[in-house]
């Protein structure tokens, strides 16, 4: 019982991760319909900022995210000007081909800036642990889950309760009413783009404090935000917490009952099962 116990634990504090990590993906998708394939890319190099701030400028990772949110803030708004903003009107699949050419060139950035070693960030306290009612549960682990629940919180009152926010839920659902209003697109994508990349920054950084980092990890982080991001729905971030923490717990129980190796299986089975059954996601609005 202790055992299943802490698999559970395990899995929700990993699915808490998971959310941070596809709310990015699902802002951008659901706002810009640009499924954007250099979504794990990105993540990685909020991942590698934080390791920059932490080894080389000193600060706690978790007090400089906002720090690394800033700085990816900054590189998705000139990203989005600079280049998206030009295929903005474009079938999605010369957005797949660019963003997957992005994603691509990060890579290998990363690799040439900080080679293919594997990197982590380990703050003074990352070894210690908290026990309650025979659960062990790291520190680090816990307060990087209760960090990526806020902020996916806090984006989803931004987006419900904010001028701003409306303003990027009213250009999802009819760019030309919104036009009738006063909404600028260009630079409104831009933003919407932004924040997405600030909220990828921010999962890198929480991501680095709980696991090792690396140029090429960015591959299998978007597949698994592509498949949260399915599984709880693009209407809501609350969805997103929902899909984080059903794979985060899919992927614990499997590797307990089954076997590791076949986590990834089971997590991409119930996103199949999921766009068969309830294709908007769990809570996904149906029309």
Not at 75 to 87: C, D, F, P, T, W
Not at 158 to 177: C, E, M, P, V, Y
Not at 189 to 195: C, E, K, N, P, S
Request: hydrophobic fraction near 55%; include cysteine.
């Amino acid at each position: 019982m202790d055992l299943f116990l802490q698999v559970l634990v395990n899995g929700i504090l990993q699915g808490g991760l998971y959310a941070i990590m596809a709310l990015g993906l699902a802002l951008v998708w659901g706002v810009l319909n640009i499924v954007n394939l250099a979504h794990g890319a990105f993540i990685m190099v909020g991942a590698y900022v934080s390791w920059y701030t932490f080894t080389r400028l000193g600060f706690d990772p978790f007090l400089g995210l906002p720090l690394t949110a800033v700085v990816m803030f900054a590189l998705g708004y000139a990203v989005q000007r600079g280049i998206l903003n030009l295929i903005a009107r474009a079938p999605m699949f010369n957005t797949l081909l660019i963003t997957f050419g992005m994603e691509v060139v990060l890579t290998y950035l990363a690799q040439l800036v900080f080679s293919a070693d594997f990197r982590t960030i380990n703050p003074s306290y990352s070894g210690q642990n908290i026990s309650v009612v025979g659960v062990t549960i790291p520190l680090v682990r816990l307060a990087a889950f209760c960090v990526a629940i806020l902020l996916t919180l806090i984006m989803w009152y931004f987006l419900l309760h904010t001028k701003l926010g409306r303003a990027i839920r009213a250009t999802a659902q009819n760019l030309s009413a919104a036009r009738l209003y006063g909404v600028e697109p260009r630079h409104l994508y831009a933003v919407t783009f932004g924040l997405g990349l600030a909220l990828a920054g921010a999962a890198g950084g929480l991501y680095g404090t709980v696991s090792q980092i690396n140029p090429y990890i960015g591959a299998s982080l978007t597949a698994k935000s592509f498949a949260i991001a399915i599984i709880g729905g693009l209407d809501t971030p609350l969805g997103v917490i929902a899909g984080g923490l059903v794979l985060g717990l899919i992927e614990a129980l499997t590797a307990l009952y089954i076997g590791p190796t076949f986590s990834d299986v089971a997590s991409f089975g119930v996103l199949v099962l999921v766009l068969i059954v309830r294709p908007t996601g769990l809570l996904g609005k149906t029309t």
